[in-house]
């Protein structure tokens, strides 16, 4: 899916303005890493870009049409979000947290039941392996795992419904390197599988370096670098990795 921001600026209601005059095109199938410091507005982008805030100002679209909160079910789907929070159930267990990222597939009332299709729960046992979790987990409320185990289901429950377009809003935030670098593999590689567009908020230069075609860096609502990794590398010194 492409993005097209064509000068785009969000406040919110205290007159906070997170976006500001922001041009910027992401074209389908590229794996765009978003750097700032905190409170840059990486968080207002990706909710933005997911459809949970409407543009105060400008056009925002995807694939041509509006991004905003009254965004058509059918493209919503196709749009996966990690929240920052997690935005996770906690006492609900882990498959079924993960199993709801299916929920948009099907009718609301299976889902509200938790009636959900074998196909989903294959899936999300697949994911929850591929993202390096313990199978015991599976059946664990999920306030039990660890805030980077629950990271990573944020991530699995994200993918369940092979999205054309992922937002993650600093996936990696709360993992050892190790496991950072194997859950941007799971993304890097779902990009590459089904050439799907990936923007990921992210605090580490040198894992989006290693990750990203592109790095955008935001600096108070506005792009303050736009380029490749090698530019970026070369402009701010990052360790290769
Ligand atoms: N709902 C809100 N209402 C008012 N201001 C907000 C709201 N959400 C965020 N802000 C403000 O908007 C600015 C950008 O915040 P945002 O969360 O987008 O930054 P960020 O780059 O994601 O930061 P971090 O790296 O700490 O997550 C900050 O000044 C923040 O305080």
């Known amino acids: 899916m492409q993005i097209e921001l064509d000068r785009v600026s969000l406040a919110y ?11 910027l095109t992401i074209p389908s199938g590229q794996f765009c890493a978003v750097l700032g410091r905190s409170g840059a507005g990486k968080s207002s982008l990706l909710r933005l870009l ?18 905003s909160p009254a965004m058509p079910r059918a493209l ?6 990690v929240h920052q929070d997690g935005a996770l159930v906690g006492e609900a267990s882990v498959a079924e947290n993960i199993v709801a990222g299916a929920a948009a597939a099907m009718p609301l ?25 313990d ?13 980077g185990q629950q990271q990573r ?11 054309a377009l992922v937002l ?27 050439g799907a567009t990936v923007v990921c ?16 860096v935001i600096d108070e609502g506005r792009i303050a670098f736009d380029g490749s990794p090698e530019l970026y590398r070369r402009s701010h010194r990052v360790e290769t990795t």
Do not use: N
């Not at 205290?14 to 041009?23: I, S």
């Not at 919503?76 to 979000?81: E, N, P, S, V």
């Open 109 to 133: 009332w299976r889902a509200l039941i938790g009636l959900y299709p074998a196909w989903t729960r294959e899936r999300a046992v697949a994911l929850h392996l591929e993202l390096g979790l």
């Open 201 to 216: 908020a992210l605090h580490q230069p040198e894992l989006a370096c290693a990750f990203a075609d592109r790095i955008v």
């Open 153 to 163: 289901v944020g991530v699995a429950r994200a993918l369940m419904l092979e999205p």
């Open 168 to 194: 993650a809003d600093e996936p990696v935030a709360s993992v050892d390197p190790d496991t950072a670098r194997q859950v941007l593999s799971v993304l890097a590689a779902h990009r590459t599988r089904l």
């Open 13 to 23: 209601a205290d007159k906070t303005r997170p976006l500001d005059d922001l041009t």
């Open 50 to 67: 997911g459809g949970m805030v409407a543009p105060t100002g400008g056009a925002a679209r995807i694939d041509g049409m509006a991004l």
């Open 135 to 147: 199978p015991a987990f599976l059946a664990a409320p999920v306030a039990r795992l660890s805030g």
């Open 76 to 81: 919503r789907r196709r749009i996966g979000q």
